[in-house]
């Protein structure tokens, strides 16, 4: 653990020190705020619950877009930047590598997305919005995001080209979302196969509706579990190449 906590600290440092990090923070925060003028305020007059609903529906494809664009700084980068060699040579784990860098960038990658939280507290000015469907949402976005960055560590140690990695990482994602409509083309039990696949679209809907379901809970645990796991596998299958 003391291993783990060093390296998170290490890599949060790093993400205060560059301003890669928060260029990428910038554009989330913007398109968050471009997407609930747009899409959850509108024009036409609607109920706060729905004003909220369609502003977490769009701000957890947002994280998404987050966790993909942040796994640039995980596993690939230290490969470009040749300070792979340094963590491959100190004592540390493979798995406490994985889990160290995961932690830092996602608990840099969860304050941004709490930073849009004024957005849904402006829709109190003129209307009333539950608590309970604001933490709800936001659980579901950092879930959602959390579960892109698992994916993303896991991509990102196949590759040594960051840029390859932010691309590899939303292919993934993609994919996985891209189940829900082929779903609907093919008969039981491969319909329920593929829309369970869904991360968004099956995983993140009752999220935005005010809804925390513990199945949905085990799926986003259960995909970061096995991708860092998988991660960890390929970095110690790398390690002493």
């Not at 109190?124 to 919005?129: E, Q, S």
């Not at 799926?219 to 390690?239: D, H």
Request: proline share 3%.
């Amino acid at each position: 653990m003391r291993n783990i906590g060093l390296l998170v600290m290490r890599e949060l440092g790093g993400y205060l020190r560059r301003p890669s990090g928060y260029y990428i923070a910038a554009v989330l925060l913007l398109l968050d705020g471009l997407l609930f003028n747009a899409f959850a305020i509108g024009d036409e007059r609607q109920v706060s619950s729905e004003v909220l609903r369609i502003f977490f529906y769009f701000g957890g494809a947002v994280t998404m877009i987050g966790g993909v664009l942040f796994s640039m700084r995980l596993l690939a980068e230290e490969r470009a930047a040749g300070t792979d060699v340094l963590l491959f040579t100190s004592p540390i784990r493979e798995g406490e590598i994985v889990v160290g860098k995961y932690l830092a960038t996602l608990l840099f990658m969860s304050l941004v997305t709490l930073c849009s939280l004024y957005l849904p507290a402006l829709i109190l000015l003129n209307g009333k919005v539950s608590g309970g469907h604001i933490a709800a949402g936001y659980i579901g976005m950092i879930l959602l995001g959390a579960t892109t960055l698992a994916l993303g560590a896991l991509a990102s140690s196949l590759t040594k080209n960051p840029f390859l990695a932010v691309v590899l990482t939303g292919a993934i994602v993609v994919l996985l979302e891209l189940c829900y409509p082929l779903s609907q083309t093919v008969d039981p039990p491969f319909r329920e196969l593929l829309g369970y696949l869904a991360l968004h679209t099956s995983h993140f809907t009752p999220f935005q509706n005010g809804l925390v379901q513990l199945s949905d809970l085990v799926f986003f645990g259960g995909v970061i579990y096995f991708s860092l796991l998988a991660a960890t596998k390929v970095l110690e299958s790398q390690r002493w190449r």
